[in-house]
């Protein structure tokens, strides 16, 4: 049995992961594992009320969900115990709720073993926060992805713009500032590169240039 080749895709909130990442997964005909999607599946199964049970309770709750992948490229497909997960998790406020869950010992032990049992079964581009450090610190190739809070909140806001739900770009950009205080300053798995990782700095280039250089250190 070959082994899977894994590429890790990390980066802050609004970097552009999600998109580079599945097109870097369809370039590589493998299946693309959002990671932040499953942290925002707990968020919004467990609600606020996650944050205050005993760790025996969180545990038990935390082995009802059961992650599964389908597919690959943009067209993977990520499921909870069998039903995909969808666009009701893409709101701020489970973004920023996934975030205080992902500072919880016990939600970060559900998770990576699910992660790497998926890592375990396929090929796949890992897009996350800790892929490279934590989940898959022995993938084949590693890339981290950073931008300034500013350039990030206008893109989101350009997105929330296009669907439809636009907000204020002064709390969007706040939001964003919360969401790297939370990420890079928790004492789990903070946010960071990876060692050997490729550092590219997203903030002046467009989604070709940054797509062209991951490829480029993927295939090299």
């Not at 760790?55 to 039903?83: H, I, Y």
């Not at 939001?175 to 590169?193: C, F, G, K, S, T």
């Amino acid at each position: 049995m070959s082994v899977p080749f894994i590429v890790t895709l990390d980066g802050p909130a609004g970097v552009g992961k999600s998109t580079l990442a599945k097109r870097v997964a369809t370039a590589l005909g493998i299946a693309y594992l959002d990671t932040g999607a499953m942290f925002r599946t707990l968020a919004r199964g467990l609600g606020e009320e996650g944050l205050a049970l005993p760790g025996p309770e969180l545990t038990k709750r935390l082995a009802a969900f059961s992650f599964s992948l389908s597919g690959s490229g943009g067209d993977t497909v990520l499921a909870c115990n069998g039903t995909p997960v969808g666009q009701e998790i893409r709101t701020e406020a489970v973004g920023l709720l996934a975030a205080r869950l992902a500072a919880i010992p016990e939600v970060r032990a559900a998770l990576k073993a699910a992660q790497q049992a998926l890592g375990r079964q396929f090929s796949l581009v890992a897009e996350g926060r800790d892929m490279g450090t934590e989940i898959f610190p022995k993938a084949s190739r590693k890339i981290f992805l950073e931008a300034s809070p500013e350039v990030r909140a206008l893109r989101r806001f350009h997105q929330l713009e296009e669907a439809g739900t636009p907000q204020d770009i002064a709390s969007l950009t706040e939001q964003i500032r919360q969401r790297d205080e939370l990420d890079r300053n928790r004492p789990i798995a903070p946010l960071r590169p990876a060692a050997g990782a490729l550092i590219i700095d997203t903030s002046a280039l467009d989604i070709e240039g940054v797509f062209a250089a991951i490829m480029q250190r993927v295939r090299g």
